[in-house]
């Protein structure tokens, strides 16, 4: 295994683009550099986050109203940092996250409306801006991964993936503003074609911290 410091990446993008496969693959294809690699979630991640994902994502899309929302995000992240990627950084393991900050930035500042800079202040008080070092955005055309996501799941979403195309377009548009906005941070990623293809293409924007 390498040593040294550990390093926190982040992907993210829409429902259904690939980000659960390519988790899995990204991480073989670390671990088989002789990275330290620890896989994780948002929402969850620690066992308290695990509990809150379960409040987000199980109910009616009105259970909660997105200020509420947008704070059980930011505990469950406040969580999950504090218990598990810390502490793995701080052991000089590498940390891997399905969904950060990016997730709340995207879908409750803008699919939900609350602005960026709401969800940034949520996250400076719960998480003290901590940040991953890259972060990789997949990129698919909106019904191409609701498509994926029905062909898996037979058309049942959770609270949150099942809301309208006008939401989904909304958290697409705020993914690219990031890239836009946090350029050395947030790539964006073709997600389309072959697993194989996508899992290179995510190693090409981490070549430099390789
Ligand atoms: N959320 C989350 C917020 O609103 N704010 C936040 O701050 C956070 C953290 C989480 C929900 O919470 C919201 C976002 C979400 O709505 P979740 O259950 O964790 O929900 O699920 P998602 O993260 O949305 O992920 P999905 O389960 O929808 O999809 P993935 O993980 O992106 O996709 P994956 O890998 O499961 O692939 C989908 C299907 O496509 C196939 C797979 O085999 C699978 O069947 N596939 C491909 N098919 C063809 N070509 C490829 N290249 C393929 N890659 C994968």
Do not use: C
């Not at 671990?31 to 695990?50: F, H, K, V």
């Not at 993936?161 to 836009?180: E, I, K, N, T, Y």
Request: no cysteine; proline share 4%.
């Amino acid at each position: 295994m390498t040593s040294g410091p550990g390093r926190f990446i982040s992907l993210e993008g829409g429902e259904g683009v690939g980000k659960t496969t390519q988790l899995a693959a990204l991480g073989n294809a670390l671990r088989n550099r002789g990275i330290d690699l620890l896989t994780t979630r948002e929402p969850g991640g620690s066992p308290g986050a695990e509990a809150i994902r379960q409040l987000l994502l199980n109910g009616d899309d009105s259970r909660w109203s997105p200020r509420a929302e947008a704070l059980l995000f930011a505990a469950a992240r406040a969580d999950h940092v504090e218990k598990t990627i810390r502490p793995a950084l701080a052991a000089g393991r590498w940390v891997l996250a399905d969904r950060f900050l990016d997730s709340s930035l995207a879908y409750q500042g803008g699919g939900a409306e609350l602005g960026t800079e709401a969800v940034r202040a949520l996250h400076a008080f719960g998480s003290e801006d901590f940040l991953p070092e890259r972060t990789l955005v997949l990129m698919l055309r909106e019904q191409e991964g609701i498509g994926r996501a029905d062909a898996r799941d037979g058309g049942a979403s959770d609270r949150i993936g099942g809301r309208g195309p006008s939401f989904h377009l909304s958290v697409d548009r705020a993914f690219r503003q990031l890239a836009v906005t946090e350029p050395a941070r947030v790539r964006l990623v073709d997600a389309t074609g072959e697993r194989e293809a996508v899992t290179t293409r995510l190693l090409d924007q981490l070549s430099d911290l390789l």
